[in-house]
């Protein structure tokens, strides 16, 4: 499957644009719409020239591509597209979490989207506002209807 226009819309709400690179409240070198790497694989750096919004728009949806193969690949059931959705958001923020997964291959959706509104909303032990926001987005774009 592929990410619909509405979870690269989510994607690009939550991370925001930024032209320079930044470090992230996790400490990560980040620029665009979130990437924490281009295309060829290199890592951000905070000595990386700045970047049109044109640029991050190209960047992410090439870099959106690893995630959707990790989400494509971790999944052994069918899933709706506003929960691909969901779950490429979720992993494209958080790298992916193999207890989510899980959940959603054994069908335990109501479980998978509890796991998603409730885990990974801290920053070194501080809950985030901005996390506990898009992870309430992704879980009631997870379990919405298309």
Request: proline share 4%; with cysteine.
């Amino acid at each position: 499957m592929k990410t619909s226009k509405k979870g690269i819309d989510l994607i690009k709400e939550f991370e925001g644009f930024s032209a320079g690179p930044y470090s992230c409240p996790a400490g990560i070198p980040t620029i665009g719409y979130g990437s924490t790497f281009y295309p060829d694989g290199k890592r951000v750096t905070m000595d990386d020239a700045p970047i049109s919004e044109e640029e991050a728009e190209k960047m992410l949806s090439k870099v959106i591509q690893v995630f959707e193969d990790i989400v494509n690949k971790k999944l052994t059931v069918p899933v709706n597209q506003n929960q691909f959705d969901a779950l490429v958001s979720h992993t494209y923020n958080t790298g992916g979490s193999s207890n989510l997964f899980a959940l959603v291959n054994k069908g335990k959706m109501e479980e998978a989207e509890d796991f998603i509104r409730t885990r990974y909303i801290t920053v070194k032990g501080q809950r985030m506002k901005g996390l506990i926001k898009r992870r309430s987005a992704e879980a009631d774009l997870f379990l919405s209807e298309i």
